[in-house]
């Protein structure tokens, strides 16, 4: 029986198809810190070489001849391990593949061969083998779902002692600190991504990072985290009241995009549009802001005018699993990611069985966006300015969750972890 790394490279080597050229996918080496003498940033090994590999070993080179039947083609070169290495990082020998000393011998014999570099430190956005095990990653295997499992019951724990600790005063940077916290105390091995907490104003900013701002009474509190669990990394955003509850016009807001984030995790179902989801939420917030009185347009025309990137200014979501963005871009065939809805979608392709993706519509009042004297003239007739004034108080409503794409139903694996 073929093991999982069996699978995947059987796999990946189909994908690649009649290539004769010999491949090499890099992990990467360590980053040094500026200013930092021998200090280095945290090593993080490229997903191909991981998903290959299963291991995390820096400087490490997997190859690929596929003229070689042994082996399916593949060899492993790892650099060795020295006495040094042992005493300061604790490192031991693998026990297995080829020194990385004999690479260079191994290319040698076979010269004249293209050579193409996959994986850290070659940019290699154009190269049709790129794409190609890009396509081979998407579909989740049974391996990889055990691990987001992990990763989401880790993120769970998170966000259960974020609803605990939120009180009046709290600051964003210690909330931070309870949510990370919980994620390692519940088997996390390290965090997907940089915890973004916003209250209030800072709700809006997407990438919010916690800082010394209290929390208030009457804002709300916007939280996107996820916890990683051997590189495969949950990703989930919740918006939450603050103390004293949320007013009236946060509560509607809030019952909008929920309603929307539900009806684009029920659509993610093989062979739609990824830009089809991105719409679906970019519709269902129109239609909702066209009800409060805030836009004068039809939905319909608010997309087609672009209107509603005023408010919902960032993609419906992308693709998630070994790293926070796994394998997302483009489908087969098809060029640069395209504009849509006035923006664009981290994703240009079909959803296809075994995909794991993240879906995320919100709602966000900016000033930036809104007080723009260039916005106000050009959606003069889609927008309300005078209803808008009514609900200008700064501020971002935003609902995620990661959802497996199957051959039936979707599934949330990010259900219980409440809106």
Same mark, same amino acid.
């Given at each position: ?5 069996? !699978?995947? &490279?059987?796999?990946? +080597?189909? $994908?690649? @198809? ?8 890099? /992990? %990467? ?118 691990? !987001?499992? &992990?990763?989401?019951? +880790?993120? $769970?724990? @998170? ?8 009180? /009046? %005063? ?138 509603? /990137? ?110």
């Amino acid at each position: 029986m073929e093991t999982t790394l069996e !699978m995947r &490279r059987v796999r990946t +080597a189909a $994908a690649w @198809g009649d290539t004769n050229d010999v491949i090499l996918v890099h /992990a %990467g080496g360590l980053i040094g810190r500026p200013g930092g003498q021998d200090q280095c940033y945290p090593f993080r090994v490229h997903p191909h070489f991981r998903w290959l590999t299963g291991l995390s070993v820096r400087d490490a080179v997997l190859a690929f001849d596929p003229e070689e039947g042994e082996s399916g083609g593949w060899t492993e070169f790892f650099p060795s391990v020295t006495a040094l290495d042992t005493v300061w990082e604790g490192l031991l020998p693998l026990g297995r593949g080829r020194a990385l000393s004999e690479l260079t011998s191994w290319l040698e014999a076979r010269h004249g061969r293209t050579i193409t570099h996959l994986g850290a430190g070659y940019d290699t956005t154009q190269s049709p083998l790129e794409q190609k095990i890009l396509e081979a990653r998407r579909p989740k295997d049974e391996a990889e779902l055990i691990l !987001m499992h &992990r990763a989401v019951v +880790a993120t $769970a724990a @998170g966000f259960a002692a974020a609803r605990t600790a939120l009180r /009046a %005063g709290l600051t964003e940077r210690e909330l931070q600190i309870e949510i990370e916290t919980a994620f390692a105390r519940s088997g996390a091995t390290g965090v997907a991504y940089d915890t973004i907490v916003g209250f209030g104003p800072t709700s809006a900013i997407f990438h919010a990072e916690p800082g010394s701002r209290a929390l208030a009474i009457g804002e709300q509190v916007l939280i996107d985290a996820g916890a990683e669990v051997d590189g495969y990394c949950a990703d989930v955003t919740r918006t939450l009241p603050g103390p004293g509850g949320f007013t009236s016009q946060q509560e509607e807001l809030l019952a909008l995009l929920d309603g929307v984030e539900r009806a684009c995790c029920l659509a993610c179902r093989p062979g739609v549009e990824w830009h089809e989801i991105h719409r679906i939420a970019a519709r269902g917030i129109a239609q909702g802001l066209r009800d409060f009185g805030i836009l004068r347009c039809s939905a319909e025309e608010a997309l087609e005018t672009e209107a509603i /990137a005023l408010f919902f200014p960032h993609g419906v979501g992308h693709l998630v699993g070994l790293g926070v963005r796994d394998a997302s871009g483009v489908g087969p065939g098809r060029g640069p990611k395209r504009r849509y809805c006035g923006v664009t979608p981290r994703c240009d392709l079909k959803l296809e069985p075994g995909f794991l993706v993240t879906v995320e519509p919100g709602i966000y009042f900016i000033p930036a966006l809104l007080n723009d004297p260039a916005n106000r003239e050009k959606y003069a007739t889609q927008v309300d300015w005078e209803t808008l004034g009514r609900w200008l108080v700064p501020g971002g409503f935003r609902i995620e969750d990661d959802i497996l794409v199957t051959d039936g139903e979707p599934i949330n694996l990010t259900a219980e972890i409440p809106h």
